[in-house]
């Protein structure tokens, strides 16, 4: 926000002594602090809102927001369990103002040059795309959504972005190592028509934090390194590696991608046009999500739900 200049922090709400403190070392007398999100959002100097709470408080939280008919920026999924998520996403797609979901990663400008090439035929037609996400968060034990579902609101939005469309169907291949449904090493395949996508993850590596996209096409490979916004390129013409980057802005604030981000929700609430993260968006992708959970349970391929089925 302090980089891109058009906002002014006003108020801030936290519950515990230690955020309470940090928000009066960070910004003095200069904003209100509220201990709950319902005295914030009832401000009438509060314009707009950013949410950045747990899992399990995403659905109140979102939806007081949606109530108070205040611009909204938060962070996806829109619910923690099965049951609410259909639900936030119903009053998702009926609220009047501007909703923002942090679809950061596709923003990464690397992510928008690799579509480009690929929308030019520079590696031919696509047979296949991959994103693999690995890191250290460790396990998530007893969680009601598989973890298929929770990442797909980001990654296949990535896969998404590359391949400028959307999956028919899903087929959840998952692990057994985690109590509960989200099992740290799993694999989601898409059906893009007839062009295949794949999302993998280990949320217990070995290794540092990587997010790596690689499409194939008839005619070469793309590759992309989210972190460091490297693009490399390989053709039949030209079948060395050639290597270009595309950095997000930096420093990254916490993830490649979110100052650019928080500039599409300033943008969106200061021209009242919905940005690229709408709700149609989130609704869309949470509806794949939820087709992973269909798939999960039946061990076959599930279709993805049109969003006149919520």
């Known amino acids: 926000l302090k980089r891109d200049g058009r906002a002014k922090?006003?108020?801030?709400?936290?519950?515990?002594?230690?955020?309470?403190?940090?928000?009066?070392?960070?910004?003095?007398?200069?904003?209100?602090?509220?201990?709950?999100?319902?005295?914030?959002?009832?401000?009438?100097?509060?314009?707009?809102?950013?949410?950045s709470v747990p899992d399990h408080v995403h659905a109140p939280a979102i939806e007081a927001a949606l109530i108070s008919g205040k611009p909204v920026?938060?962070?996806?999924?829109?619910?923690?369990?099965?049951?609410?998520?259909?639900?936030?996403?119903?009053?998702?797609?009926?609220?009047?103002?501007?909703?923002?979901?942090?679809?950061?990663?596709?923003?990464?400008?690397?992510?928008?040059?690799?579509?480009?090439?690929?929308k030019g035929?520079?590696?031919?037609?696509?047979?296949?795309?991959?994103?693999?996400?690995?890191?250290?968060?460790?396990?998530?034990?007893?969680?009601?959504?598989?973890?298929?579902?929770?990442?797909?609101?980001?990654?296949?939005?990535?896969?998404?972005?590359?391949?400028?469309s959307s999956p028919s169907r899903v087929l959840v291949m998952d692990g057994n190592g985690v109590?509960?449904?989200?099992?740290?090493?799993?694999?989601?395949?898409f059906d893009y028509n007839?062009?295949?996508?794949?999302?993998?993850?280990?949320?217990?590596?070995?290794g540092d934090l990587a997010i790596d996209i690689t499409v194939t096409g008839k005619d070469g490979d793309i590759r992309v390194n989210l972190m460091t916004?490297?693009?490399?390129?390989?053709?039949?013409?030209?079948p060395r590696w050639q290597v270009e980057v595309f950095p997000s802005i930096q420093p990254y604030a916490s993830w490649p991608?979110?100052?650019e981000s928080v500039t599409a929700f300033l943008d969106a609430v200061i021209t009242q046009k919905p940005g690229f993260a709408n709700a149609q968006t989130v609704a869309r992708l949470h509806l794949i999500g939820m087709a992973a959970e269909v798939s999960?349970?039946?061990?076959?391929?599930?279709?993805v739900n049109d969003i006149a089925a919520l």
Request: proline fraction near 4%.
């Open 9 to 51: 922090i006003v108020a801030i709400s936290a519950r515990s002594p230690s955020t309470t403190d940090r928000i009066k070392n960070d910004f003095g007398n200069e904003v209100a602090i509220y201990q709950g999100f319902d005295g914030l959002l009832n401000s009438s100097e509060v314009e707009a809102v950013m949410i």
């Open 296 to 303: 999960k349970d039946s061990g076959t391929w599930a279709m």
């Open 257 to 259: 991608g979110m100052h």
């Open 179 to 189: 109590e509960g449904r989200r099992q740290s090493q799993c694999s989601g395949f």
């Open 73 to 118: 920026f938060y962070e996806p999924p829109v619910a923690h369990t099965r049951e609410l998520i259909p639900e936030v996403i119903r009053k998702l797609l009926a609220a009047p103002q501007i909703t923002h979901a942090d679809l950061e990663l596709a923003l990464v400008p690397a992510v928008s040059k690799a579509s480009q090439l690929i």
């Open 121 to 164: 035929l520079a590696i031919g037609k696509v047979q296949n795309a991959t994103v693999i996400l690995q890191s250290k968060w460790g396990p998530e034990t007893h969680q009601d959504v598989s973890n298929i579902n929770r990442l797909s609101i980001w990654y296949i939005h990535l896969l998404n972005s590359v391949l400028d």
């Open 194 to 206: 007839g062009i295949w996508g794949e999302l993998k993850v280990n949320t217990e590596s070995v």
């Open 229 to 238: 916004g490297a693009l490399e390129i390989r053709t039949r013409s030209n």
